[in-house]
């Protein structure tokens, strides 16, 4: 058998020309770029798979993403040392690798984090974003009061379904633990809001969403109490906007000690599985009650 090691891959990138994370059929990825330069240089067919800790949407930026992938053992040792130096002769100048190491024993980029940290930043000058800054600050005409929405956002931290923050995926879960969503202003510039949101995990286009929400209630278009309200509903509320990706970034994936990596990817696998279990059962069961509603009229 071929001997094969796990590498972990730490991974910087601008989201603005890419079609997001995952690799998808005639479109520009994150991770089909990076797997192509992989196989190039690491002379593998097919390219290695990598297993990311967030798959970000298109136009979302990473200061530090991070994924692993298995390769031979000798492939690795044939380069050991230089690979970050040579993907970067490799890599478009929209994504870097920043390092590359072999994963502690149980590591799983996806499954192993404790926790994701992104920030979304906002300019509210009313002349507009710093031009060398409009592929990651959003522009928000109105001025927005952080006293207002640190108190709408303190109300939606906790473990909570965000069903009402989320796109739906049949068979998964929209239960997640908010760990911490705050707004502050950037030292340097006045005008530039912060919003530092993090969780266990996310669904799909939370955290936009959750940026939409806070953003109505800064302006004033809300009140405070609104976004606990929409949370409590449970179901998509057509007032909440989901703010535009190139203002979001991913800053951190927190994980456990080398020693409980194994642990936190078993307990993690687990609980998704009996998640996605319940969730099917509830759809299965729902189908069948309108099923009988609609034999018994």
Known sequence: ????????????????????????????????VIEDAL???????????????????????????????????????????????????????????WRVSVAPEGFDARFSALARRYVYRVCDNPVGVEPLRRHDVLWHPRPLNLDRMNEAARLLVGENDFAAYCRKREGATTIRELLRYEWARDDRDPHLALATVEADAFCHSMVR????????????????????QVLAARVRDSGVNVAPAHGLSLEEIRYPDDDSLAKRAQETRRVRTLNAAAAAA??????AGAEQSGTAS
């Open 1 to 32: 058998m071929t001997a094969l090691v796990r590498l972990r891959l730490d991974i910087g990138y601008d989201g603005t020309d890419f079609a997001g994370w995952a690799r998808q059929p005639n479109q520009r990825t994150v991770q089909g």
């Open 39 to 97: 196989a190039r240089m690491l002379r593998l067919d097919p390219p290695p798979m990598l297993t990311v800790a967030g798959r970000t949407d298109a136009g979302v930026h990473a200061r530090a993403q991070v994924a692993h992938l298995v390769v031979p053992v000798a492939a690795y040792s044939a380069i050991n040392g230089t690979m970050p130096r040579r993907l970067a002769g490799l890599l478009p100048p929209d994504v870097r690798v």
């Open 209 to 228: 969403a959750l940026v939409g929400a806070l953003l109505m209630v800064g302006d004033g278009r809300r009140d405070v109490e609104w976004p606990a």
């Open 282 to 287: 509830e759809h299965a069961a729902n189908a």
